[in-house]
């Protein structure tokens, strides 16, 4: 008997609550009981109950789980010689059930149908899912369960996830233990292997990242960072690239064992229970301890392959996690290769944080969030700094704007000339010249040609500030003429005896004198002609 968590009675009152023909997808991490809650609702219905599972070991791991919780459920197998159809509640693999010939779904049906249809690692094979689903009774009630819900597939057959909680979350909770992880870069480029599907070939891949140098540094990672570990899960490219890993480590004086789809069941049974109690330290597969591996002591992991799937990604980072006696955290050791285009997974795309070297999650969040912390500093302290500065600028204009004159002693660069306060020009040649008017606390920019029969005027800009016009004047020049250079050379020519006697009020001594004089009176005949137009 055990008692369930709270999630997990929040699960099961969701799957009781259905009713006929509906289904709900249940998401949870590895390791967080998924087979206890539909356990769970198989016990309480008086029902028949089909539960499909992927695989041998998680059929026993069903079974092993209704017992436990009662220890007289009436609970039968079908696979392969079993066919133990007159039991309330059955266990099957998929492939029993969705295989051509198969007849075993009809005879299931003979007597009664299903109230119920669990189906455990619900991201598999999802066109066997829907075969066998499109036999069964239309007011069936299905719930399915997955760790990774990123099938595209699924979508056909369930509309959204009705329950889920997050590897985070439960690591929070202290239902999962805490990941440490070490990454080791390899110096091996896989920018070369090619991919199919979304995943990388596994031939093509194996053939590039199985090396003698790339294993020795297996060896060495798990030297280094994993000897204490008791169990380490080695996840590799294929059946030759385990091998070669395992043959490295026996190399280096230290006992290795491999598990492939080739290698005789009772061995593989034989092999796991070894593992468990501790006969040798390192166990090398190819997507064989991926999925339905329970084994809770497990502290140690090496991703000795890298994968562009995030479904075997977290199903591999999950054989560790779950919690056992004395287990404080679980290691991930990762070997990083080299490739040009990022869309190799690694811890930062599942838990949302960049964990360095050593550090545990609970670690890597709290540097994270101290590192926002100072970035958010420094933004205030940045918009502090620019609204100090912006209100400086306004102070600056509000003094600029009094006076038009020190606006331009204080910013213009160009000879910028006084026709009053209000009222300044700069020429770009004798009779052509940009203007700047104070109106009201409006500042006008105009483009005024004094020529004697062709003279214009052109309003060009405005602002409420007179240091934005001047920037404007002095960046629309299209070329600096020597009227507009206070060191022009000819505009301390002395002015002729004719200029002289031309001048009625004042005086003028120099060209540059004269040429300011005249062209003030022909700027204020055009701007009074503009002015009485309007």
Not at 46 to 54: N, T
Not at 111 to 136: G, P
Not at 255 to 268: A, F, G, M, P, V
Not at 279 to 291: E, G, H, M, R, Y
């Given at each position: 008997?055990?008692?369930?968590?709270?999630?997990?009675?929040?699960?099961?009152?969701?799957?009781?609550?259905?009713?006929?023909?509906?289904?709900?997808?249940?998401?949870?991490?590895?390791?967080?009981?998924?087979?206890?809650?539909?356990?769970?609702?198989?016990?309480?219905?008086?029902?028949?109950?089909?539960?499909?599972?992927?695989?041998t070991e998680l059929r026993k791991q069903a079974i092993e789980k209704l017992l436990k919780l009662d220890p007289n459920c009436d609970v039968g197998s079908v696979q392969a010689g079993l066919n133990e159809f007159d039991h309330r509640i059955l266990v099957s693999t998929r492939q029993s059930l969705s295989h051509k010939k198969s007849t075993r779904?009809?005879?299931?049906?003979?007597?009664?149908?299903?109230?119920?249809?669990?189906?455990?690692?619900?991201?598999?094979?999802?066109?066997?899912?829907?075969?066998?689903?499109?036999?069964?009774?239309?007011?069936?009630?299905?719930?399915?369960?997955?760790?990774?819900?990123?099938?595209?597939?699924?979508?056909?057959?369930?509309d959204k996830v009705h329950f889920s909680r997050s590897i985070l979350e439960m690591i929070e909770l202290d239902y999962l233990c805490p990941p440490k992880a070490f990454?080791?870069?390899?110096?091996?480029?896989?920018?070369?292997?090619?991919?199919?599907?979304?995943?990388?070939?596994?031939k093509d891949l194996e053939d590039t990242i199985d090396t003698p140098e790339r294993n020795l540094q297996i060896v060495d990672a798990w030297r280094k960072y994993a000897s204490d570990r008791k169990h380490t899960v080695i996840f590799?490219?294929?059946?030759?690239?385990?091998?070669?890993?395992?043959?490295?480590?026996?190399?280096?004086?230290i006992?290795?064992?491999?598990?492939?789809?080739?290698?005789?069941?009772?061995?593989?049974v034989q092999m796991l229970e070894d593992f468990a109690n501790?006969?040798?330290?390192?166990?090398?597969?190819?997507?064989?301890?991926?999925?339905?591996?329970?084994?809770?002591?497990?502290?140690?992991?090496?991703?000795?392959s890298p994968t562009k799937s995030k479904i075997k990604y977290i199903q591999m980072i999950g054989r560790p996690m779950r919690t056992h006696p004395g287990k404080e955290d679980c290691l991930i050791l990762d070997m990083k290769d080299s490739i040009l285009k990022h869309d190799i997974l690694d811890l930062s795309d599942v838990f949302g944080v960049d964990i360095q070297n050593g550090e545990t999650l609970k670690e890597a969040q709290e540097r994270a969030e101290e590192e926002?912390?100072?970035?958010?500093a420094e933004q205030e302290a940045k918009e502090l700094a620019y609204l100090q500065k912006q209100e400086l600028i306004a102070q600056e204009i509000e003094l600029f704007n009094a006076s038009i004159g020190n606006a331009i002693e204080a910013t213009g660069y160009y000879d910028w000339w006084s026709i009053n306060k209000n009222l300044w020009a700069l020429s770009t040649s004798s009779d052509y010249h940009y203007v700047i008017a104070r109106v009201a606390n409006m500042f006008k920019v105009m483009e005024i040609n004094t020529t004697k029969d062709n003279n214009s005027i052109e309003l060009v800009n405005s602002s409420f500030s007179v240091l934005d016009m001047i920037a404007y004047v002095e960046s629309d020049v299209r070329k600096i003429t020597s009227f507009m250079r206070k060191d022009g050379e000819w505009k301390q020519d002395p002015a002729s005896p004719a200029q002289i006697r031309a001048v009625k009020y004042g005086t003028v001594e120099n060209k540059w004198d004269v040429h300011r004089y005249f062209s003030q009176w022909k700027i204020k005949v055009i701007l009074k002609q503009y002015k009485n137009a309007a």
């Open positions: 008997m055990f008692e369930l968590r709270d999630y997990q009675r929040e699960a099961v009152e969701i799957i009781e609550s259905m009713e006929e023909g509906e289904n709900r997808l249940i998401c949870l991490p590895c390791g967080t009981g998924k087979t206890c809650i539909f356990a769970t609702v198989a016990n309480n219905s008086d029902s028949k109950v089909l539960i499909l599972v992927p695989s779904l009809e005879k299931m049906l003979a007597d009664s149908e299903f109230e119920y249809i669990f189906i455990d690692e619900a991201h598999q094979a999802v066109d066997q899912i829907k075969l066998i689903l499109s036999k069964l009774n239309s007011n069936v009630k299905i719930a399915a369960f997955t760790a990774t819900p990123y099938s595209k597939k699924l979508e056909d057959i369930f990454q080791i870069k390899t110096g091996v480029n896989i920018s070369g292997v090619k991919s199919v599907a979304g995943e990388f070939n596994q590799t490219a294929g059946i030759e690239h385990s091998n070669n890993i395992m043959d490295e480590f026996i190399a280096q004086g006992d290795c064992r491999t598990i492939n789809s080739k290698t005789d069941k009772d061995d593989r501790g006969l040798f330290p390192i166990l090398t597969n190819c997507n064989i301890l991926t999925t339905g591996f329970d084994f809770p002591a497990l502290s140690c992991i090496l991703l000795a926002i912390a100072i970035k958010l």
